[in-house]
Every structure is written in structure tokens, then in C-alpha cells.
Nanobody, 127 residues
Framework: QVQLVESGGGLVQAGGSLRLSCAASGGIFSSNTMAWFRQAPEKEQELVAAISGSGDSTSYADSVKGRFTISRDNAKNTVYLQMNSLNYEDTAVYYC????????????????????WGKGTRVTVSS
């Protein structure tokens, strides 16, 4: 059974930075796409960033391009989301998610769905 455990959320002032981590267990981590979604109150769920198993391919939502960076350490079965220049609109619960393979069409098209999810970590940006 795949398990994903997020950490690193918290309260940060606008303009600040946070790094989220997601530790994975129970699966073949290095062959899976890893992604971060976020859910803000009264907004649709958003695919924030995704990274291929090798780390060679990444994708970002337009809203975070240039500010967020997704990375992974397959030796540690961990994926990260470095978030810089945070603003109020980034306030949300951030979820780690995964699925086998890399479906570039769905990922770049924003329609990719995950097979497994973490429980989320809350990020609050104060203005």
C-alpha cells in the first residue's frame, strides 16, 4: 500500500518561502510521477507541479511558474516543493500525489489524476 506523508506547511508572511516535503513508502517510487496539488477554500483543486520518475521532466501551473520548484530524491523516496515569493493566493492545503508512469499529455494539459494521495499540509500566507 502506497503511503504519502507531507510536511513543511505552516504560516508565512507574503514574500516568504517554504519547502514542502513528501515521504513515500510502499511502492516503486523511482518509476512514479510525483505531484503536488493544492485546494484553497471555494476554489477548484489545482495541479501545482509534477515531476517524472527520473526527475528529467517537470510541469508547473502558470500561477506558480518562476516561484515554485519541484524536485525529488529517489534515494530518500522523497519529493519536495520549494515555494518562493509566496502570496496570499498561495494559501491552501497542499497534497502530495502519485501515479505510475509519466502521462505528458494529461500532465501538461492539467487533467492528470493521481492514484494515491497524502493527507495534506496547510500553507497559510499572511498579507
Amino acid at each position: 500500500q502506497v503511503q504519502l506523508v507531507e510536511s513543511g506547511g505552516g504560516l508565512v508572511q507574503a514574500g516568504g518561502s517554504l519547502r514542502l516535503s513528501c515521504a513515500a513508502s510502499g511502492g516503486i517510487f523511482s518509476s512514479n510521477t510525483m505531484a503536488w496539488f493544492r485546494q484553497a477554500p471555494e476554489k477548484e483543486q489545482e495541479l501545482v507541479a509534477a515531476i517524472s520518475g527520473s526527475g528529467d521532466s517537470t510541469s508547473y501551473a502558470d500561477s506558480v511558474k518562476g516561484r515554485f520548484t519541484i524536485s525529488r530524491d529517489n534515494a530518500k523516496n522523497t519529493v519536495y516543493l520549494q515555494m518562493n515569493s509566496l502570496n496570499y493566493e498561495d494559501t491552501a492545503v497542499y497534497y502530495c500525489a502519485t501515479r505510475a508512469g509519466w502521462d505528458s499529455a494529461r500532465i501538461y494539459g492539467g487533467t492528470w489524476t493521481a492514484a494515491y494521495w497524502g493527507k495534506g499540509t496547510r500553507v497559510t500566507v499572511s498579507s
